[in-house]
């Protein structure tokens, strides 16, 4: 069974950094694609980044900002994120599928694995 467990979540000031993880468990192969979501209150789940064994993906309102990685040694996967602003607050998601379809991973629909989340929060 596979477990995606986020970490790194927590307050900071508009204009500083956060690094999230996401530690899987259980059979997640280095093949398969990785990525992050977010759910700021009261709003839609939204897409943030994705990573591929060969290419990443980013939403345009992190561009730039934030920057998604992966150790598959460790299982473990990043997102450093620079420059947060108060409207990056949300609960952010780790996800893992064997698709790496663009279209299946800017909807989030179908996504086999998520993890519980962890709440970001950036002050003004």
């Known amino acids: 069974q596979v477990q995606l467990v986020e970490s790194g979540g927590g307050l900071v000031q508009a204009g500083g950094s956060l690094r999230l993880s996401c530690a899987a468990s259980g059979r997640i192969l280095s093949s398969y694609t990785m990525g992050w979501f977010r759910q700021a209150p009261g709003k839609e789940r939204e897409f943030v980044a994705r990573?591929?064994?060969?290419?990443?993906l980013y939403a345009d309102s992190v561009n730039d900002r934030f920057t998604i990685s992966r150790d598959n040694a460790a299982n473990t996967l990043y997102l450093q994120m620079n420059r947060l602003r108060p409207e990056d607050t949300a609960i952010y998601y780790c996800?893992?599928?064997?698709?790496?379809?663009?279209?299946?991973?800017?909807?989030?629909?179908?996504?086999?694995?998520w993890g519980e989340g962890t709440l970001v929060t950036v002050s003004s």
């Open positions: 996800a893992a599928d064997a698709s790496y379809s663009r279209s299946t991973w800017i909807t989030g629909r179908g996504l086999d694995y």
């Open positions: 990573i591929t064994s060969i290419s990443t």
